[in-house]
T-cell receptor, first 116, second 110 residues
Framework: GAGVSQSPRYKVAKRGQDVALRCDPI?????LFWYQQALGQGPEFLTY????????KSGLPSDRFFAERPEGSVSTLKIQRTQQEDSAVYLC??????????????FGPGTRLTVT | SQQGEEDPQALSIQEGENATMNCSYK?????LQWYRQNSGRGLVHLIL?????REKHSGRLRVTLDTSKKSSSLLITASRAADTASYFC??????????FGTGTSLTVIP
């Protein structure tokens, strides 16, 4: 079966451009997470969806970051007016459980964003 | 901020040897998970241990958890070159968040 997919795998943006990163979770997975991973660091939580509801966006670093999951499956992370500090790998993960604590997360390969 | 801290930051061993890496965390947890990340790839879940468990095995992996010391260890026995990767512990959840450490980079030399 297909795992979590993300597109594009690589994105180069000029400072000030807007970008949109897509995540296709595993079919039927209720929970979806976005993480930001800087070079040499572990993933840092950005936001969490349960179906189409964004239950936690406390990790989004600024109001330039926006995420949506309108039909409870595919999710898009949008970054407006990109800055160099936004350069990182953005990871999406999905989980079968609706309870965050219960099950492991399945990660996509990530989108490497480079802002020049 | 990241709650978990793995130790050592880097580890290099010969194929066939055992590899041990440790994770320390700061607050109480519901469970602790270990993940592997190969270069340029996403994370792969290895094992989950709940706060009321002390030890868990999965194939060549053995995880221990000591909640009184707020620490966990991951042992990989009879290592293989394919085990070369970064290993992260994730603790939580706090709300909806799991906190990942900075990782241990393991190199297994054939």
């Amino acid at each position: 079966g297909a795992g979590v997919s993300q597109s594009p795998r690589y994105k180069v943006a000029k400072r000030g451009q807007d970008v949109a990163l897509r995540c296709d979770p595993i079919s039927g997975h209720v929970s979806l997470f976005w993480y930001q991973q800087a070079l040499g660091q572990g993933p840092e939580f950005l936001t969490y969806f349960q179906n189409e509801a964004q239950l936690d966006k406390s990790g989004l670093p600024s109001d330039r970051f926006f995420a949506e999951r309108p039909e409870g499956s595919v999710s898009t992370l949008k970054i407006q007016r990109t800055q160099q500090e936004d350069s990182a790998v953005y990871l999406c993960a999905s989980s079968f459980a609706s309870t965050v604590a219960t099950y492991e997360q399945y990660f996509g390969p990530g989108t490497r964003l480079t802002v020049t | 901020s990241q709650q978990g801290e793995e130790d050592p930051q880097a580890l290099s061993i010969q194929e066939g040897e055992n590899a041990t890496m440790n994770c320390s965390y700061k607050t109480s947890i519901n469970n602790l998970q270990w993940y592997r990340q190969n270069s340029g790839r996403g994370l792969v879940h290895l094992i989950l241990i709940r706060s009321n468990e002390r030890e868990k095995h999965s194939g060549r992996l053995r995880v221990t958890l000591d909640t009184s010391k707020k620490s966990s260890s991951l042992l990989i026995t009879a290592s293989r070159a394919a085990d070369t990767a970064s290993y992260f512990c994730a603790t939580g959840p706090t709300g909806n968040q799991f906190y990942f450490g900075t990782g241990t980079s393991l190199t297994v030399i054939p």
